[in-house]
């Protein structure tokens, strides 16, 4: 609706740079806007000449039922009723796809997202990466975008020549070898090298063998890949994540010597003490080729883009990594721009915060990183709890219970991760996780929930039409929220902030619980319109929660 709202408003001023803004203070209506007071002249003046002519726009007197300009020059929208119960009724009519929309059509979006590391724990750092790609890769797909999903296995690169020297000097057997034990050899390494840094030439030669296509380097790195792919596999299954395509860096090796050849056909990349390097005008200059011959992390970036846009032709990739890649991926990027593959493309790295348990950042270097499903076990442990403390999960038959308890206890751990906007550190905290009155997948679940209680009890009322259209201050201020959904979501996509999603989903709640709090619902004189918020109010949290990929249980 802020749609109706912004195009009636250009088009009444003829200017495409106009901003409609959702109104927090009811008083001031559902939408408002300060473009008059950027039109030159009194701003006062201005506002109310564009008042008289909004007036006349037959879009929105369809929709608003009230126009007024307000303090130095804003002009307020206030949605009419009759506009708020149709989007009541298109709720309960479309269901599962209200909010969705076809802005995207036509166009595709990669989101790549995930990307753990061979030979290493799914550390609590890919956890965000796969919690916020998947939910910006949901919010893309929901607008109509045709979306990709890839997982940039970290599989190929000198870390892997330390462990291959690890395992031929201590003369393992790789199969038996269990990820804990691979953790560990790689920790080892780092210690035994800061003594004696020369044993890097042995992790760099062993790097070289296996891009050599050295048949034992490639043996042993393909178990390595098969037994982390089964460790991957099963936290995704916890997780409730499936990412369609999955390449390794590996995958990109026969794609990497025509991107070289084309970068030093364009004369990008110049020779620097054995190396090859590729320098910009105002980023230290990225390594294509290293002095022993091998390739880098940068190069075969630049190949998974090739591949990508050869593929795919996208008009947006998403790079859901940390933060930590951001010099990285603006080398990536302006590359791009050089070999012109950006033409009517956006690149994005999203370049999330960390997340910090008491003890600080969490890394696999040091050997003190905090096993990801380890922290999932205990997420599910406690939503067990708290089932076990609600008088209607207790009488839960106990497969149910598990399936219950998963489904809180990850939906915890997923919505407290996107509450945040993606570029904060965030210091994860059991307490706020599972805050039940506050802001919390299980508050919303819970809400969720008891919609489904409360019409469960209805039976057949639910069917009644609505007679009273006097709506009381919370009736309207659930009927409001509702009408706000889809724009929400077209923000949260745009600006890659699923966060902006959750504050909307809570505020709904609050506002539904609220309502649910003071008025009686069956049995009142509003009973029909009451019975159709609450059911409005759960499906519109359920379509919020499934874009974030929580799941939201009948009862609990
Ligand atoms: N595997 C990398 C890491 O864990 C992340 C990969 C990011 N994506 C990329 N296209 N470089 O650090």
Sequence with gaps: MKDVVEKAVKKAIGRNDVLVEFTENENFGDFSTNIALHLGGSPKEEAEKLVDILKKSPELTKIVSKIE????????????????????????????????????????????????????????????????????FNMYGFLGYKTIGENHLGDWGTQFGTLLYQINSQHLTVDKLTLDELQDLYVDF????????????????????????????RHIWRSLVEKSMVEFERIYNILGVNIENAHGESFYEGIMPSVIEDIRKR???????????????????????????????????????????????????????????????????????FLGWSEGREFVH?????????HGKMSTRKGQSIKLEEVLDEAIKRARQIIEKSETGRGLAEDEKGK?????????????????????????????????????????????????????????????????????????????????????????AKNYSPNLLTNYLFDLAQKFNAFYNSNRIIGSDSEALRLRLTSATGQVLKNGLTLLGIETPERM
């Design 69 to 136: 300009v307000a303090g130095p020059g804003f002009i307020n929208f206030r949605l009419s009723k009759e506009a708020l119960l149709e989007n009541l009724e298109e709720i309960l009519k479309v269901k599962e796809s209200f909010g969705a929309s076809d802005i995207g059509k036509r166009k595709t979006t990669i989101v790549e997202y995930s990307s753990p590391n061979i030979a290493k724990h799914f550390a609590i750092g890919h956890l965000r990466s796969t919690i916020i790609g998947k939910a910006l």
């Design 190 to 217: 780092h210690e035994k090298a800061e003594i004696n840094p020369e044993l890097w030439d042995e992790a760099r030669t062993w790097f070289k063998k296996l891009e050599g296509g050295d048949e034992e380097a």
């Design 267 to 337: 004369k990008l990349s110049k020779k620097s003490l054995g190396a090859e390097i590729v320098e910009f005008k105002d980023l230290p200059p990225a390594m294509l080729i290293k002095s022993d011959g091998t390739t880098t992390y940068y190069t075969r970036d630049l190949a998974a883009l090739a591949y990508r846009i050869k593929t795919w032709d996208p008009a947006l990739i998403i790079y859901e990594v940390g933060s930590d890649q951001i010099l990285h991926f603006r080398q990536v990027f302006e590359t791009a721009k």
């Design 350 to 358: 999203i370049a999330h915060g960390l997340i910090r348990f008491e």
């Design 404 to 492: 219950v308890a998963k489904a809180v206890g990850i939906g915890a751990v997923k919505y407290f991760d996107l509450m945040h906007h993606p570029q904060t550190d965030i210091v994860f905290d059991w307490n706020k996780v599972f805050v039940l009155e506050g802001n919390s997948a299980p508050y919303l679940q819970y809400t969720v929930a008891r919609t489904n209680s409360v019409l469960a009890k209805a039976q057949k009322s639910f069917e009644f039409r609505i007679s009273n259209f006097e709506f009381n201050s919370e009736e309207l201020g659930v009927l409001r929220s509702l009408a706000r959904f889809g724009d929400v979501i077209i923000t949260a």
